[in-house]
Nanobody
Framework: QVQLVESGGGLVQAGGSLRLSCTAS????????MGWIRQGPGKEREFVAA????????YYADSVKGRFTISRDNAKNTVYLQMNSLKPEDTAVYYC????????????????WGQGTQVTVSS
């Protein structure tokens, strides 16, 4: 089992920044990728970004590329999502998730999920 706890959400004006954190505990060595997935109001879940635990390779959705940065601190078992130049369309509940395997885009294949943290961007 892997437990994930997110923090760092909140309310910010358009153009502002937030940093989300996700701390993992338990059998973290079984996970290959850590990802951030979001679900906006009335929308389906959407892949945002992912990072590989071992190699640190990063991947982003086109909608956030150049604005968001995912990183990890293996010593702290923590993954971060730095979000800059936020837009109202970034408003969503952001979930941290972990998975085995390499297909980081397949949201339904993530094995473990955090409880989610709300990000609201006002215009």
């Amino acid at each position: 089992q892997v437990q994930l706890v997110e923090s760092g959400g909140g309310l910010v004006q358009a153009g502002g920044s937030l940093r989300l954190s996700c701390t993992a505990s338990g059998r973290t060595f079984t996970s290959d990728f850590m990802g951030w997935i979001r679900q906006g109001p009335g929308k389906e879940r959407e892949f945002v970004a992912a990072v590989s635990w071992r190699g640190g390779m990063t991947y982003y959705a086109d909608s956030v590329k150049g604005r968001f940065t995912i990183s990890r601190d293996n010593a702290k078992n923590t993954v971060y999502l730095q979000m800059n130049s936020l837009k109202p369309e970034d408003t969503a509940v952001y979930y941290c998730a972990a998975r085995t395997g390499i297909d980081y885009l397949k949201i339904n294949d993530y094995n473990y999920w955090g409880q989610g943290t709300q990000v609201t961007v006002s215009s």
